[in-house]
């Protein structure tokens, strides 16, 4: 007689490729007992992580970069005519 019949191993067949495809992984350990345990590891968290950790470093660059050209503008400015930049007090 069997324990499972080939229905059993087909809904968890699909199962688990239905897991693999939300970034779901299951990994078989055997313990010192001897005993199957299976462990499931969540792989989309990761790889959503890595991609807006990659996006606000380039971010980050990209503002600098936008930081630096835009001082360099305006330390030419200033370099072509002071005056447009120094105001008395009193005019203020």
Request: net charge negative.
């Amino acid at each position: 007689m069997l324990i499972k019949s080939p229905y059993d191993y087909m809904s968890e067949n699909v199962n688990q490729i239905l897991e693999t495809k939300q970034g779901i992984n299951r990994e078989h350990i055997i313990d010192e007992n001897n005993k199957l345990h299976t462990m499931k590891g969540f792989y989309n968290p990761k790889r959503i992580i890595a991609i807006v950790e990659h996006q606000n470093a380039k971010e980050e660059e990209n503002a600098k970069e936008a930081i630096t050209l835009f001082a360099k503008q305006e330390k030419e400015d200033i370099q072509k005519d002071p005056s447009s930049f120094v105001k008395p007090d009193n005019q203020a």
